[in-house]
C-alpha cells in the first residue's frame, strides 16, 4: 500500500483517532515515506496497549473492511501529501490528513474570508451580511464557512446570489448534509463553490465534528470575521483557534445589552479588529495572500 492510500485507510481503523492518526503517519513520514507499506504491521507497531491492539486484530483481520475501502477509494480526496494540499491549513496544528471534496478545488488557492457567526441570526446581523458580502465578492475574496443555520448559510447564499466563490466545511461527510434543509444549498455549493470534509464520506454529523470543522475553516484563511456571537457560542471556539493560528480575527459590535453580542464585544474588548463596515476588512487584506 502507498504511503497516500495509507493515509486514506487509516480513517477506516476505529482504533485510531486524530491524534493517533498523526502520530502514526509523523512515524511514517520519517522512517517509510516513499516505501510500500503493509497496513497491519504499521498500525500495530504503533498500538502499545495490548488490548487496543487485540481489537485492531480482530477488526483487521475479518476484513470486513474491505468493501468500505474499495467504496472510499472512488471518493475525490487530497491528501496532506499531495501538492494540491491547502498551503496555509498545512500550517496549522494537527490538520486533516485527508480532505473529501466535492467542487472546484482550485478555491483553496484564492483569497479567502472566513465567515463565522450564531445560528440564531438577528435581523441586523443578516442585513450586515446582505450589506456586506457583496463588497467582499466584489474585492474578490471567497467566502468560507460552515453551511450551519444562520450566518453561514446567510454568507454562503448571498455568495452565490453574486455570482461569488464560497467553500462549505462539512461537520459531516461529503454525501450527508446537516441541517436537511440545507440540502439544496449544499448540492449548489458543489456545483459553483466548493465542498469539503475531513470526515469518511456516509458519516452524520456527530457533537464533537464541529470543534474540528471549525479549525479547517480557520485555517483555509488569513482572516476570520465573527459576525454575531453570545459568551457561549461556537463562535468564539472559532475565535480562539483564529488567535492560536495567528490569523487576523475581525469583530462586529452590537449593542451591549443584547445576549446575542455579548461575545463579539468581548472579542473587541480583548484585542479583535473593529469591523465597522466590509472595507475596514477589504483594506487591511493581509499581504500574504500575494506570496501563496
Known amino acids: 500500500m502507498t504511503t497516500r492510500d495509507f493515509l486514506i485507510w487509516l480513517l477506516l481503523v476505529p482504533q485510531l483517532g486524530l491524534k493517533g492518526r498523526w502520530q502514526l503517519v509523523s512515524f511514517v513520514l520519517a522512517h517509510h515515506q516513499g516505501e510500500e507499506l503493509v497496513p497491519d504491521k504499521t498500525v500495530l507497531s504503533m498500538l502499545t496497549r495490548p488490548a487496543d491492539a487485540q481489537a485492531f486484530k480482530k477488526w483487521y483481520y475479518r476484513q470486513e473492511w474491505l468493501p468500505s475501502w474499495r467504496k472510499l477509494k472512488s471518493y475525490p ?132 465534528h464541529f470543534p474540528l470543522r471549525n479549525r479547517i475553516i480557520v485555517g483555509l484563511t488569513l482572516q476570520v470575521l465573527i459576525v454575531q456571537a453570545s459568551l457561549k457560542s461556537g463562535s468564539l471556539v472559532s475565535a480562539a483557534i483564529a488567535l492560536d493560528e495567528n490569523r487576523d480575527l475581525w469583530s462586529i459590535p452590537g449593542p451591549i445589552n443584547q445576549v446575542y453580542y455579548q461575545g463579539s464585544n468581548q472579542l473587541l474588548a480583548q484585542g479583535a479588529g473593529i469591523a465597522l463596515c466590509a472595507n475596514d476588512v477589504i483594506a487591511n487584506r493581509p499581504l500574504a495572500w500575494d506570496s501563496l
Open 77 to 208: 480526496c487530497v491528501t496532506i501529501l499531495d501538492a494540491g494540499y491547502p498551503k496555509l491549513l498545512k500550517e496549522i496544528s494537527q490538520p486533516p490528513l485527508v480532505l473529501f471534496y466535492q467542487g472546484d478545488l482550485t478555491l483553496i488557492r484564492e483569497p479567502t474570508l472566513a465567515i463565522v457567526g450564531s445560528r440564531q441570526l438577528t435581523r441586523t446581523s443578516e442585513v450586515i451580511l446582505k450589506t456586506w458580502v457583496p463588497e467582499f465578492v466584489q474585492a474578490g475574496l471567497t467566502i468560507v464557512s460552515g453551511n450551519a443555520r444562520g450566518a453561514d448559510a446567510c454568507a454562503h447564499q448571498v455568495t452565490l446570489a453574486q455570482g461569488g466563490k464560497t467553500i462549505a466545511v462539512l461537520g459531516t461527510g461529503v454525501d450527508q448534509v446537516y441541517p436537511k434543509i440545507h440540502t439544496r444549498l449544499q448540492a449548489q455549493i458543489s456545483q459553483q463553490g466548493l465542498v469539503l470534509s475531513e470526515f469518511l464520506p456516509w458519516v452524520g454529523p456527530k457533537a464533537w
